[in-house]
């Protein structure tokens, strides 16, 4: 399936199946805002500034699941009675994690470095309510395959979208049939938040 059929999903029935304690986002991120806004009418978000691991010898999957851990828990501490939402995405090219780039030389590098090859983007989630000793970890993987990019291509790329906030120097959902062939598996996975699998896991919460 090609991006441009994917890049609006259809947004998720409100999820209302069962009472849920507060909510709590902790991340910055405005995707994952509108992401999460899909499943939930109502939450807080206030960004963690927990120190995320960058050993990726631990697996991917493992990597973004401890790193979402530790920004749930994190703000656990402050708000016990909040059932807390932590997250975290990572492109990996042959097993090699590859996060926000430090600045628009090393985003061009990377999008070259993934041009005309498939990488895996990998999120994962934690759920955690402090005050009764509860939590959840999950983790999602999607395959991307990018076209094959020359440099005009990935200039005019960069021209339109910022990356220096984004995890392998590219948005799907900011111009990205210009650069995806096509998505395998969750699309809002790649966006940043894994609505299907989370959505589940929040039903049977």
């Given at each position: 399936?090609?991006?441009?059929?994917?890049?609006?999903?259809?947004?998720?029935?409100?999820?209302?199946?069962?009472?849920?304690?507060?909510?709590?986002?902790a991340s910055r991120s405005p995707r994952?805002?509108?992401?999460?806004?899909?499943?939930?009418?109502?939450?807080?978000?206030?960004?963690?500034?927990?120190?995320?691991?960058?050993?990726?010898?631990?697996?991917?999957?493992?990597?973004?699941?401890?790193?979402?851990q530790r920004k749930a828990l994190a703000?656990?501490?402050?708000?016990?009675?909040?059932?807390?939402?932590?997250?975290?995405?990572?492109?990996?090219?042959?097993?090699?994690?590859?996060?926000?780039?430090?600045?628009?030389?090393?985003?061009?590098?990377?999008?070259s470095r993934l041009s005309g090859r498939?990488?895996?983007?990998?999120?994962?989630?934690?759920?955690?309510?402090?005050?009764?000793?509860?939590?959840?970890?999950?983790?999602?993987?999607?395959?991307?395959?990018?076209?094959?990019?020359?440099?005009?291509?990935?200039?005019?790329?960069?021209?339109?979208?910022?990356?220096?906030?984004?995890?392998?120097?590219?948005?799907?959902?900011?111009?990205?049939?210009?650069?995806?062939?096509?998505?395998?598996?969750?699309?809002?996975?790649?966006?940043?938040?894994?609505?299907?699998?989370?959505?589940?896991?929040?039903?049977?919460?």
């Open positions: 399936m090609t991006p441009d059929s994917r890049m609006n999903p259809t947004p998720a029935t409100t999820l209302l199946t069962r009472s849920l304690p507060p909510v709590l986002l994952r805002v509108e992401l999460l806004r899909r499943l939930l009418p109502g939450f807080e978000t206030v960004p963690s500034n927990a120190t995320e691991l960058e050993d990726a010898s631990i697996g991917s999957r493992r990597l973004c699941e401890l790193n979402a703000m656990s501490e402050r708000f016990p009675d909040h059932l807390v939402i932590g997250a975290d995405t990572l492109v990996f090219l042959d097993g090699v994690p590859m996060a926000k780039p430090a600045d628009p030389a090393e985003a061009r590098a990377m999008l498939t990488h895996e983007v990998v999120t994962g989630v934690c759920l955690v309510l402090a005050r009764a000793s509860r939590m959840r970890l999950l983790s999602e993987v999607t395959h991307v395959r990018f076209r094959a990019l020359d440099d005009a291509a990935i200039g005019d790329y960069l021209s339109r979208v910022d990356v220096l906030d984004k995890a392998g120097a590219y948005a799907v959902q900011e111009h990205g049939d210009l650069i995806v062939e096509r998505v395998e598996g969750s699309l809002t996975n790649v966006i940043g938040l894994p609505i299907e699998a989370l959505r589940n896991a929040l039903e049977r919460w």
